[in-house]
């Protein structure tokens, strides 16, 4: 059983879909120009134990065909890249090694197969039954970092591929109102990737500064 989501933020007095991304957002081509803009925002999981959900910290930005660390280059389109040649404004959930879920957002105009890993969260609601998963206390400054474990955290599986990230349903991603400036985000090399040639060395991932953003957190009251 999922939570039934009211129409309204009790705490801000807001709708839930005012504070959502316009359509427009996710049809950028401009996939590094989304994966900044998307440090951030706050992803909500709806689980059958309840809301989790996360600011997100950590982004990796991947171009599709011509980016040799996609798994859509070259026009690679199979069962599991399908999903990246829809519009933008969905997720894609593969398996990372038989082990770890990862969870993207897919973003561009259909057809151009253009995604955006999350990397890292600052979790918020749901710490009880996050901290259930991982069976301890949870730890909100490192925790949620590393795409295997933020998915962990706020139970997303491969269920959720093509889950639509533009209404509240499963799984969405709204405005938080936190303002994630330049001098907060480091960017740098993408993790992993060796495989990718001279692409590897695209500075396409960015981290803003946990410690910057758990204070702008607290400053906006969302904790």
């Known amino acids: 059983m999922l939570y039934r989501m009211d129409s309204s933020d009790g705490s801000q007095g ?71 040649y829809r519009e933008g404004g969905i997720a894609y959930v593969y398996l990372c090694y038989g082990l770890h879920s990862l969870l993207n957002v897919v973003t561009g105009p259909a057809g151009l197969p253009h995604a955006v890993l999350i990397r890292g969260i600052y979790p918020l609601e749901g710490a009880g039954i996050m901290a259930g ?30 889950a639509d990230l533009r209404n509240p349903g499963l799984l969405w991603i709204e405005h938080s109102g936190l303002a994630i400036t330049e001098n907060m985000v480091i960017s740098g090399p993408r993790i992993g990737i060796d495989y990718a040639g001279e692409d590897a060395m695209l500075p396409y991932r960015f981290l803003a500064d946990v410690v910057q953003v758990e204070k702008a957190i607290k400053k906006a009251g969302l904790v």
């Open 133 to 162: 998963r991982l069976k301890r206390s949870i730890d909100v400054r490192k925790d949620g970092l590393g795409p295997g474990k933020l998915t962990r955290l706020l139970g997303v599986g491969k269920s959720h591929n093509g």
């Open 14 to 84: 807001m709708r839930i879909s005012e504070r959502m991304p316009d359509r427009d957002f996710y049809l950028d081509d401009d996939v590094v120009g989304i994966s900044k803009r998307l440090l951030g925002m706050k992803i909500v999981s709806n689980t059958p134990e309840g809301i989790c959900s996360g600011i997100i910290t950590e982004t990796e930005a991947y171009a599709g065909e011509t980016d040799r660390a996609s798994h859509a280059f070259g026009g690679r389109l199979t069962q599991r890249t399908e999903v990246m």
